[in-house]
Nanobody, 123 residues
Framework: VQLQASGGGLVQTGGSLRLSCAAS????????MGWFRQVPGKEREFVVG????????VYGDSVKGRFTISRDNAKNTVFLQMNSLKPEDTAVYYC?????????????????WGQGTQVTVSS
């Protein structure tokens, strides 16, 4: 499985970005997907997970009400809409494929990872 994340960039506080993650796998609709983020020197942090159908989602506490995950199984793509961005959202964002069809949140629940896309929020 190859995952290609895109859409990162530099944005001011309060701004928005939309990340995309395209997966090169025929069975994309079988698996949940997720986003994590990481700041240098810190552990990778869970952001959000989505089930294989998109009917179930789970969000990290720090992004609830501001971020929204969605997926388009016809295009093998998962999206992360990020609104009301804060400087503490600055990180490299990684998409990942879950080992199951459920909306997962633990790193061990994911089997494949993308290369990451940088998001920088200026104050």
């Amino acid at each position: 499985v190859q995952l290609q994340a895109s859409g990162g960039g530099l944005v001011q506080t309060g701004g928005s970005l939309r990340l995309s993650c395209a997966a090169s796998v025929r069975t994309f609709s079988w698996y949940g997907m997720g986003w994590f983020r990481q700041v240098p020197g810190k552990e990778r942090e869970f952001v959000v997970g989505i089930s294989r159908t998109g009917s179930s989602t789970v969000y990290g506490d720090s992004v609830k009400g501001r971020f929204t995950i969605s997926r388009d199984n016809a295009k093998n793509t998962v999206f992360l809409q990020m609104n009301s961005l804060k400087p503490e959202d600055t990180a490299v964002y990684y998409c990942a494929v879950s080992k199951s069809g459920f909306a997962a949140h633990l790193m061990d629940d994911f089997s494949s990872w993308g290369q990451g896309t940088q998001v920088t929020v200026s104050s």
